[in-house]
């Protein structure tokens, strides 16, 4: 199963300060049940134990910026005991599904039913195929900022704040580009590729204020923008093996509570 997974997200392709790969499992177990989750918090460890789960494959690592101890004294201790008490493996995919092809940003463009698509900061492996961070691509038919964040916050999974926009909610959009996860890095490229307007997650104040003239953005929950790769990586791998996948649901969005402002 480590195998197959590596073949469609090669640990190579991660950054240099990530963490990814098996975190916790015998290479030799077997696998027949295989859970996806973005985030290994304790309410998936718990979730992966109730549905029999031999393993446990998320986006965001465990011990991001490594440990010296795997103590039950905190969450993440008790994660790593319960997942071996219970025969779990965790394996992790992060930075090298966010570029892989197709990957996390493919799953999120597909949710918006974007055609066309391209990477936003391309790269190219060994063979030649082009992959890397963010996509850009046309929508269906041109609409206004306004009803692409409606159709934003319908097409994502629910979380409390749903979708915000930044720029004129009258602002015809037709060419979007999206990237699953915190992208305001990518404020540069999507405006330099054409996109009228940019989704993504964890915009910051300054990075939003000074975005390129003329492209809108939408801010969506960073664990909603990345959740849709769960479904398309289960799939792909229970074609691939033999084993049996299932996606998490549970909304590990830290917020989760919003009240609009009465002015508004």
């Known amino acids: 199963v480590v195998a197959s997974l590596e073949r469609l ?15 916790v499992g015998d290479p030799q ?42 103590a039950a004294t905190d969450a993440k201790g008790r994660s790593v005991h319960r997942l071996i008490a219970g025969g779990c493996a965790l394996y992790v995919a992060h930075t090298n599904a966010d570029v892989a092809n197709p990957g996390v940003s ?16 391309p790269m190219t492996d060994d063979p030649g195929e082009q992959r890397g961070l963010g996509r850009i691509g046309r929508l269906p038919e041109p609409i206004t900022l306004q ?16 979708v915000r926009a930044a720029g004129d909610p009258l602002k015809v959009v037709e060419t979007l580009a999206v990237s699953g996860g915190a992208g305001d890095d990518l404020l540069r490229e999507a405006a330099a590729a ?19 003239e003329g492209l809108a953005l939408l801010d969506a929950a960073h664990w909603a923008t990345e959740w849709p790769w769960l479904v398309d990586a289960a799939a792909w791998l229970a074609a691939a093996t033999t084993v049996d996948t299932a996606v998490s649901t549970l909304v590990t969005d830290p917020w989760t509570t919003h009240a609009r402002s009465p002015t508004l």
């Open 147 to 162: 009803e692409l964040t409606i159709r934003a916050a319908a097409a994502l999974p629910a979380t409390s704040w749903g």
């Open 29 to 70: 177990a077997v696998v027949r049940r295989v859970l996806f989750a973005v985030d290994p918090v304790e309410a998936v460890v718990a979730e992966a134990a109730e549905r029999g789960a031999d393993l446990l494959v998320t986006h965001h690592p465990l011990y991001l910026r490594g440990t010296s101890t795997v």
């Open 9 to 23: 997200y090669p640990p190579q392709w991660a950054e240099s300060w990530d963490a990814v790969g098996l975190v």
């Open 194 to 212: 054409g996109a009228d307007a940019f989704l993504t997650a964890d915009l910051r104040h300054h990075p939003a204020l000074e975005a390129p």
């Open 106 to 121: 493919d799953a999120l463009a597909a949710r918006l039913d974007l055609r066309e698509t391209r990477p936003l900061r």
